[in-house]
């Protein structure tokens, strides 16, 4: 059970224990599940709906677009509605999107669909950073987002297991049968186990006004914009990477659809390792000091990834290494950078991390495509996105540094209600 505290004389709010961090953990793994799990047929659907790989890859951008649109909206409602009733009902969107993405016929439709999933799947991104921001204290809150952004691992890992698996049993519609199933269960686990943390006095009136103020005042922290780019680019590095696995596996490095498997799931393990090492070394150091040092090791991995790609040396021997310094590295970036951008936002934690959500999925929409404009037989775009994003991020981390410490931590309450 979840172990609970008495916070008024209304309800209850959960502490953030072992059993709660296991529901967040969980529901963390959702989102890289839908968005993966039909990369292992990438080639196998662009040939089948008449598209090139490019085209293919719009579907992932089209999943990340909705994320990064439905987490604007996600967060000002579970401000105002609490943080349970949001996530139910953004899972069940997220069910009913993913029976038209599996019926669909044509790439068109399969696209508006994945629009639907991402919005769907928002709320579960907006939710567990805000049950974090709104239980956690003190140095639970670094060791959580860690433990959730290593978790991101997990995801992947399962993702393009199941994803072969079901290509093999039944070819790339029984994977998105896979994913309607999925999203139904983790429908249930939201009903069944999600608590409120979100006390009635804490909520914010939804109104249009109030929403445009306090994603307003957001925007003009410039250190919550440094540490929200800082992380948006992080991700978008990791997102080239992920777009153009599949075929940089297979038609570049030679590999079937089970030596992708096991390409990808070293980079899976790298995420978690990245995160698990990130909890004391950011406690010892200091979440700021970590993330620019995990940056400078992305950059140099990248760099060398990019080097060996243009000039036609690159094996899986070097190619893995490589991925996993860079993405297991981008991991910690993306776990500090949550830190330090949510302890700008306590004063709306869900519009906070909606927000910051919001720009860290569109980034890495932008990113998805990129990875195939060439055609499927070369990394180079693949590892010049990557390196590019974590030189933008490095970047960013500084400007957030310089504000940080000329700027206090914004305290105090969400503004008031503008008159109609």
Known sequence: MVS???????GVAPRLDGALLAVLCAIMILNPIVANMYLPALGIMAADL???????QVALTAFLLGVAVGQLVVGALSD??????????????????????????????????RVFQGLGASAGVVVIRAVIADVGVGPQVPRAYSLLMSTLAVGPLVASFLGTVLLQVGGWRLILVGITVIS???LLLAIWRVPETLPTE????????????????LLRDPAYVGNSLTMAFALGGVIAHVSASSFVAQDVLGADVWGFWGMFTVYALSVLAGGWA????????????????????????????????????????????????????????????TTLTLARSAFAAG??????????????????????????????????????????????????????????????????????
Not at 4 to 10: K, L
Not at 88 to 100: E, K, N, R
Request: charged share 10%; hydrophobic share 55%; glycine share 10%.
């Open 4 to 10: 609970t505290s008495r916070v008024d004389g209304a």
């Open 50 to 56: 008449g598209t090139t790989i490019a085209g293919i």
């Open 80 to 113: 105002a509605l609490g943080r349970r009733r949001v996530v139910v009902i953004g899972f069940a969107v997220l069910t009913a999107a993913s029976v038209v993405v599996a019926a669909a016929p044509n790439l068109d439709l399969l696209i508006v669909g």
């Open 184 to 186: 139904a269960l983790f």
């Open 202 to 217: 804490r909520r914010a009136p939804l109104h249009p006004g109030r929403m445009a103020a306090t994603y307003g005042r």
């Open 278 to 337: 990130n909890a004391p070394l950011s406690a010892r150091f200091g979440p700021a000091r970590m993330q620019a040092i995990a940056l400078v090791i992305a950059i140099v991995g990248s760099a060398a990834l990019t080097v060996l790609s243009a000039g036609g040396w690159l094996t899986v021997a070097s190619y893995l290494p490589l991925i996993a310094l860079a993405c297991g590295s981008a991991t910690a970036v993306m776990a500090n950078a």
């Open 351 to 420: 519009s906070g991390a909606a927000l910051m959500g919001s720009i860290q999925f569109a980034t890495g929409a932008a990113a998805s495509p990129i990875g195939g404009l060439w055609g499927p037989y070369t990394a180079v775009p693949m590892a010049v996105t990557m390196l590019a994003c974590f030189t933008v991020s490095l970047a960013a981390r500084v400007f957030a540094g310089y504000w940080e410490r000329r700027l206090p931590v914004p305290q105090g309450r969400n503004l008031p209600v503008p008159p109609v």
